[in-house]
């Protein structure tokens, strides 16, 4: 069964920084991509980031470009989401997501499993 | 960048009735289009993919349809469990993706 378990939410405060973590098993990890997917309280869902199954490509959103970092370590089976300069507008629930392609059909921006998220609140 | 619209944003039904959500891209997708459902604190599922695949394990009463700008998401026969918030997604080149702002479906 896939699992992907987020962890490092907290309250923060506005131009602080975070590591939000993501723990995947029931699949080969190292075989998909990842991303982030992240979703304002009330509000819709917005696309954040995504590393390739290798870690040799990472593509943002604009509204998170040069102060978020992605990046993955595939003999822990762990994502991860360095976030700095944070602001009141990215208080959000955070998700990690598997990308349904892998190493074979690539990557499909098409989000099979999903974790349950883990909360962000950037406040003072 | 891509802009998605979904109509309406929130619809009233009832058991039983046939469902049709719409979503509209500011510019072709081709067929680069995703359905999700979510249930208030639970994350989205996914419904459909590639516009009108059906992802594994979702009854075959969802379907989607649609390419270019234009796509639906219909259910034939809605029940008690598809009481939800729908989203589109979109892909589209240089690694943009964007959803839609959602449609909540609620009890007639």
């Known amino acids: 069964e896939v699992q992907l378990v987020e962890s490092g939410g907290v309250v923060v405060q506005p131009g602080g920084s975070l590591r939000l973590s993501c723990a995947a098993s029931?699949?080969?990890?190292?075989?998909?991509?990842m991303h982030w997917v992240r979703q304002a309280p009330g509000k819709g869902l917005e696309w954040v980031s995504l590393?390739?199954?290798?870690?040799?490509?990472?593509y943002y959103a604009d509204s998170v470009k040069g102060r978020f970092t992605i990046s993955r370590d595939n003999s822990k089976n762990s994502l991860y989401l360095q976030m700095n300069s944070l602001r009141t507008e990215d208080t959000a629930l955070y998700y990690c997501?598997?990308?349904?392609?892998?190493?074979?059909?690539?990557?499909?921006?098409?989000?099979?499993?999903w974790g349950q998220g883990t909360l962000v609140t950037v406040s003072s | 960048d891509i802009q998605m619209t979904q109509s309406p944003s929130t619809l009233s039904a009832s058991v039983g009735d046939r469902v049709t959500i719409t979503c509209r891209a500011s510019?072709?997708?081709?067929?680069?289009l995703a359905w999700y459902q979510q249930k208030p604190g639970k994350a989205p599922k996914l419904l459909i993919y590639?516009?009108?695949s059906l992802e594994s394990g979702v009854p075959s009463r969802f379907s989607g349809s649609g390419s270019g700008t234009e796509f639906t998401l219909t259910i034939s026969s809605l029940q008690p469990d598809d009481f939800a918030t729908y989203y589109c997604?979109?892909?589209?080149?240089?690694?943009?993706?964007?959803f839609g702002p959602g449609t909540k479906v609620d009890i007639k």
């Open positions: 997604q979109q892909y589209n080149s240089y690694s943009k993706v964007t």
């Open positions: 997501a598997k990308d349904m392609g892998g190493t074979v059909a690539g990557t499909t921006y098409y989000f099979d499993y």
């Open positions: 590393i390739s199954w290798d870690g040799g490509s990472t």
């Open positions: 029931g699949f080969t990890f190292d075989d998909y991509t």
């Open positions: 510019q072709s997708i081709s067929s680069w």
């Open positions: 590639k516009a009108s």
